[in-house]
């Protein structure tokens, strides 16, 4: 599977522009992931760190569920990866820990997320709020908030990628 990217149009309305760029980052970091083996997935980035790509495909999909599901549409999903005694359960791999069921997962939450936000205008409230603020935010705000965390994310997946194979691109 070769993973296609588009950037959105440049004169697009503002939904779809947030939309497009939100999705330009999801396949980004599955292409950072493209033609790995699960090994080299769950190889982490330089110890001490755990930071490995399959533990930011499963972090994102914590990410995705929780935005989107938890505050967005005010759902108790619970965790997928961490728990109370494990807050970065997403980034503690095994060999039991497949490509497959990370991918799996991750793809799983953005298609819950599309759908909630299908429902919600920009300048829609969510139904759920904030940890830290106990506000609610607004889709427009959400989707902001996203395109940054991808982007972060695959900066960081950029580095572990040109350590595992040498593979670089933007």
């Known amino acids: 599977m070769t ?3 588009e950037e959105p149009a440049q004169d697009a309305d503002e939904r779809t522009m947030l939309e497009g760029w939100l999705e330009y980052h999801r396949r980004t970091l ?3 992931c493209e033609g ?3 090994e080299q997935l769950r190889t982490a980035s330089v110890p001490p760190s755990e930071l490995s790509l399959m533990g930011l495909v499963r972090h994102m999909a914590e ?3 929780g935005w989107f599901r938890k505050v967005l549409a005010g759902e108790d999903p619970g965790p997928i990866y961490y728990s109370e005694e494990d807050q970065d359960g997403e980034f503690h791999l095994t060999e039991a820990d497949t490509w497959q069921e990370a991918y799996g997962t991750w793809q799983a939450e953005i298609g819950m997320a599309r759908r909630h936000a299908a429902g919600f205008g920009l300048d829609d409230l ?3 709020t904030g940890r830290s603020t106990g506000e609610p935010f607004s889709l427009r705000w959400i989707y902001s908030h996203m395109i940054e965390e991808y982007a972060r994310h695959n900066g960081h997946a950029d580095l572990i990628r040109e350590r ?3 593979a670089t691109g933007d």
Do not use: F, M, P
């Open 30 to 32: 599955a292409w950072k």
């Open 126 to 128: 969510s139904k759920g």
């Open 164 to 166: 595992l194979d040498g």
């Open 36 to 38: 790995l083996t699960d």
């Open 63 to 65: 990410v995705e569920r």
């Open 3 to 5: 993973i296609e990217r």
